[in-house]
């Protein structure tokens, strides 16, 4: 209809924006800025009030458990500092990132200060990006890969065959062979499974929960 309907509403708004600027610029309406701007609250950069990393923290580790259907994830007092000594360019968002990160790399549901890695720095971090794939040509992955060379190319031979298939399947098929056979070489022993592939221990605890190993 055309009649009017009383209301009675509070608006509350957020804007990382300067708002003041882009009303003197004609980029944001004057009467809708002045009609919002009632009580205004400045909110400080995540990096102006380390204190609440914390809290933070803790609330999102919650958040993530809930949905991961975990009962808690574990910040170690290391973590903590390293987070607390971080800038934070991307503010609340990039510590959700991080901490993702996190509980991704993280064992038995406890973040450790070397699981904390920072999108900014982790070109200079000791997390390499050859990590990220097996060496072929080191010896000792190329030992573990001809000790089973009747596997390796059955595998080879279903997933090459496979007119759906492409190389980066294939090439996944291998590498989680080879983990699988360090990790029988080295009794389960992560750490020297790691160090036979030529692995941090971080990629390799990736690596395992990429294929669900």
């Known amino acids: 209809g055309d009649s009017e309907l009383p209301v009675d509403v509070r ?41 609440d990393v914390g809290v933070l923290a803790d609330f999102i580790l919650k958040k993530l458990a809930t949905a991961h259907g975990v009962k808690k994830y574990h910040l170690t007092d290391a973590a903590l500092d390293k987070l607390n000594g971080y800038e934070f360019p991307g503010n609340v968002r990039e510590l959700e990132n991080i901490l993702e990160r996190g509980v991704t790399f993280c064992e038995a549901n406890t973040i450790e200060a070397d699981d904390i890695q920072f ?81 941090s221990m971080r990629s390799l605890r990736y690596k395992l929960k990429k294929y669900d190993l």
């Open 11 to 51: 608006v509350l708004s957020a804007t990382h924006k300067n708002l003041t600027a882009l009303v003197a610029n004609h980029e944001f309406r004057e009467d809708l800025y002045y009609r919002l701007n009632v009580i205004s609250l400045g909110m400080p950069p995540l990096r102006k009030r380390s204190g």
């Open 119 to 199: 999108a900014s720095r982790l070109i200079d971090d000791d997390l390499n990006p050859d990590d990220l794939s097996i060496d072929l040509s080191d010896d000792e992955v190329l030992t573990t890969l001809s000790d089973n060379a009747a596997e390796a190319h059955s595998v080879a031979a279903a997933v090459v065959g496979d007119g759906e298939s492409n190389l980066d399947d294939y090439l996944a098929e291998i590498e989680k062979k080879a983990i699988v056979n360090a990790l029988a070489a080295n009794d389960n022993n992560k750490a020297d499974a790691a160090e036979q592939l030529g692995l």
